[in-house]
């Protein structure tokens, strides 16, 4: 198997599941891996890329520790690191709008995958108005998900939370 930026998560555990417990010792976030929901839907859409966002590390990094696992050699160049997210707000940003605030983390746990309740939540609302999230980790999935669907998106790490808000267009 090859490894990129694009390969997903699901299929690097599938092919080779002898890694899970080494990118567990890499990233302790990693260990939600283990919670079959998310192994049956986030690790099917996420990327090495969005893993290595999540657990805050280089996706050069991650990719190197990979192949190092797997006893290849790295392939290509080093990937361009990815944008860092504005800390301000964008435009859009109104704390008055915001209509919903979920605690992924907690909906995980009991084995809810959010996706479903968000976006209900978003076509149901007005334009301008914002769903919130609040989750230990960085929804990687969720924002390239909503970022395609032509939402306003915006992600910030604030006392150890990332924050998530989501605006249905029409501000």
Known sequence: MQLTPDTKIGALLEAHPEVEEALIGLVPVFAKL??????????????LAHAAQVG???LADLLAFLHRELGQEP????PAPAAPEPLEPPAWYQPARVILDLDVTALLATGEHPLGRVKRAVQGSAPGDIVALHSCFRPEPLLDTFREEGLGVWCVLREGLHRTFICKPGY
């Open 34 to 47: 283990r919670n079959p929901i998310l192994r049956k839907t986030a690790a099917k859409v996420a990327t």
């Open 56 to 58: 805050g590390i280089p």
């Open 75 to 78: 392939q290509g160049p080093d």
